[in-house]
């Protein structure tokens, strides 16, 4: 919390903190969007693998996807998305060992995940209307 | 007497004032359970004889509010309203969520039995075995809050005059009408709070033609004693933990489906049928999370699922309107299939419907097909009393609610229902519109297409089933499997909410019922006897007809014109229900619960389960 404070650039409203993460789109707008065939799709998790050696870092899948959720590593080589650690995602783990249980282990259904792939500015937007009601403006 | 039943019914007589306590036999309880089952029963049994000729609005007809042995056991205890039904002139067993039934059954009652017609607007106020019929001048014409805010009050203040040492009590439950109801508008319902609504059946108007507005019931005792507490409350406890794991549902109720049923499944009503596919993501249901609820989990008595969420419009020109989140079958009927993509005017017509106590479902489907008819200048501005009804105009479909609801000008017409008014505007304009009317035997179609063939119903679901368009009575094979109307006769039954069974175990519902009354039902009894004499009783029923209508098998017994159009657009473009595909299913389906080939019930099945009188009354029409 106390970074969220300081740190300004990434927290648009001071306290409101979220997670951003993949959201698991069922049609892989970042797949599709990749120009060297880079990403590809596990097969026993669905989710999106990563092939650093044919990424060129041109930032298209960050355009493609709806949540503008893929972030560049830090050395700038290659792109990093959620591969859900193989099916034992680890930021899971560490949620509940921490006793905070808000993250859970779900199986892949039909749905419309895409749906829920935001921006870090809409989420925020949202969160900060339903923490400080009409306040939020004045921060926004 | 069987254990899980008070083991009494309250007739009560409007015309005469005369109230009186019945009771059945064992044998009709065991046979046909309650809710749907028994309603079915009680109505052949008084009205079978003379059934074509009943006019189901007029003072004759009986309308009915029973539980059954598993309300208030299972948890998201209903009741079930029946009668004879104003639209379809069959049986409907339609079942409304709240605490009516409990409290009901807390008071000594199974159900109540309302004959006759009061001559000036009355309800019923049951306090245990204390029962009055009142004079409800003061409510008659209020909508729906105003109704349930008075009536609340005022039973409060009786409870209180009359049980001083109690201190304060708890507000009753409360059945009512809204203004449609009064109007004998055929899509009002019969509401229970706010916005919960029994809408299948019209039975608003029946209780609107017998002037009775409102039931208010307070019990003080226990729920009757079940046969085996241990087993129960350990079935409690399955179907409780099963609700927890539901995340979907705890979350976002049936509303997630608002998005998903449009963009994935592609069967969700848009405008008026044209369509059923949109990828609107102004209308997901995060969007609806975030932009209009006020209150994320409340719940009914002993509910573990807590589907229902309260949304107001926090601004804009609709600020102020509100209600229970809109679920997805009023998303769809309210939203999409009138062209209205906003989550704000979704909720300010959804509010609006709730307060005239119209049926979501019915009413945006009479108003879609009035919107198409205008679309294409079958209707003008001048028919519509200078509404202009455009796509997406959500004031303009808000002005003909209202004409709707007191049948005033143009509402008069449409008040009639979808398929009544559909036959009415074909004779005013010499066209036939009854190919836009999206409806099977007087019933609106539930908000579930076929033609993709992704969603759940099938391609007979609607056209075979005994409820019409209902979508909570499907019709469909196998018949012990999930998308069998004899599953769902249990549910309507047992009279439960069946959102919570699912995803139980397979038997824990007929375990559930063996251990409340101590009886044994299986899975198969049910399926090859009891439930099929349901089936057959409200068929029989169905085809008897009534005065104004009558159906014929061979003609009626068929989906809308409309789910023979391909889709125009999505990701099931060109798709359509094949019409020999329909006919071949159907004639299956016919021999599987015994009908012939002209869709009437067969003498050797309905000796072989003992309804004999049926069968001797149907010789007329065979």
Redesign the interface.
Known sequence: MARSIENKSFHAVPGVDFPHFCAQCEDYPCVKACPVEALSIANKTGAVIVDAEKCIACGKCINACPGRIPHMHPNGKFILICDLCAGEPQCVKVCREGEWNVL?R?SRG???YG??A?TPEEITR?LA??MYGEKAEEFL | MILGYAGKFLEVNLSTEKIKEVTLRDEVLKDYVGGRGLATKILWDRLGKKWEKIEPLGPVNILLFLTGPLTGYFPGGRICVSGKSPQSSGVVGSTVGGEFGIELRCAGYDGIIVTGEAKKPVYLFVKDSDIEIRDAKHVWGKDAKQTVRILTKECRKILKKRFPIYGEWKEPAILYIGPAGENIVRTAVVAAKWAHAAGYGGYGAVMGSKKLKAIAVKGTGPLPPVANLKRVERLIKVVNDNAYEAELWRRWGTGAAGYEVGAKTSSEPVRNWQDEWHDEKSFGVDQFENRVWIKQFWSDFGCPTCCLKVAMVKDGKFKGAITDNPDYEMQAYLGPNLGIFTPEENVFIAALIDDLGLCGIQTGNVMGFAAELFQRGILTKKDLDGIELKWGDAEAFAALARKIAFRKGIGDLLAEGTYRSALKIGKMKNLDVLQYAVQSKGISIGAHGIRSGKDYPGIISYACSVQGGDHTSTAGLPLDGGGSELMEIFNDSGVYCNFNSFGIPRNVRFDFYNATTGLKLTRKEWVSTKALKVLQLQRAMLLFGGPDQKWNPKIHDSNPPRFYDPLPSGPYKGKTADEGRVEKYKKRYYKAVGWDKNGIPRSEILRKLGLEDVDRALEKIR
Do not use: F, Q
């Open positions: 859970k779900v039909n749905r419309s749906l829920y935001r949202d209307l339903k």
